[in-house]
């Protein structure tokens, strides 16, 4: 059973935190409206802008609920080290890292990765705690929506570390056509896209129907996803 399975089937205060996530994304103004053209080169009427959240206590509470991703989750038996992705899913990683430790009293490393490579100071493609070789590292970032650019990134990792990535983990997943893994990586979110349209419609949400109407469009043509 994932982790959003285990949120819908779970007791009602669960669901009640679900809800504030949600309702806290959209009082700091981290879900936006309007036309935005994504990294697939799509327009979009909704844009998840995580970095709203930064220096809120909305990141506090993101963050303790991606760590009790890694709680309820199998990986967290054999975790050697989290990828922030560039560049939203950086803090993110450090934030959970952080409270990890916290909580658990047991260290967490995280590395993170560069659009692109460095050519001076610390050079190359990675940097931070790099993970040794046949360890297992879960991805955090803010986000995932065709999944592309998370699959190259388990390529560069894997090929430059011989590691195992065992999970993605993201705030809020915008694949309409949801699927739990990315090949064989398991995916897991604090929020879905439908969790996310519900929500507009509970609140009459004057964006909802174009909201609906794309995402709708893409499901009914997921070669576009």
């Not at 009602?12 to 309702?23: G, H, N, P, R, T």
């Not at 697939?40 to 909305?58: C, L, N, Q, R």
């Not at 963050?63 to 975790?79: H, Y």
């Not at 360890?135 to 990792?157: M, P, Y």
């Amino acid at each position: 059973m994932d982790f959003q399975t285990y949120l819908r089937l779970g007791s009602a205060s669960i669901e009640v935190l679900m809800q504030k996530i949600i309702d806290a994304l959209f009082q700091c103004n981290a879900v936006r409206f309007g036309d935005f053209i994504l990294k697939s080169k799509e327009h979009s009427p909704i844009f998840i802008d995580i970095a709203k959240i930064f220096g809120t206590p909305v990141f506090n509470l993101v963050t303790e609920q991606m760590i009790n991703i890694l709680d309820f989750c199998s990986f967290v038996k054999k975790q050697d080290s989290l990828c922030g992705a560039a560049y939203k899913g950086i803090p993110l990683a450090v934030g959970m890292s952080y409270l990890y430790l916290q909580k658990n009293n047991v260290p967490l490393p995280v590395f993170f990765d560069r659009k692109e490579p460095k050519k001076h100071g610390e050079i190359g493609r990675f940097f931070g705690l790099e993970p040794t070789p046949n360890a297992n590292v879960v991805i955090i970032d803010d986000v995932i929506s065709d999944g592309l650019t998370k699959s190259l990134l388990i390529d560069e990792i894997t090929a430059a570390y011989n590691v195992n990535v065992s999970g993605i983990i993201v705030v809020v997943d915008r694949r309409k056509t949801r699927s739990l893994r990315l090949g064989n990586t398991p995916v897991y979110s604090l929020v879905d896209i439908d969790q996310i349209i519900d929500y507009m419609d509970s609140i009459n949400h004057p964006k909802l129907e174009a909201v609906q109407k794309y995402f709708k469009e893409k499901s009914e043509n997921p070669l576009k996803e």
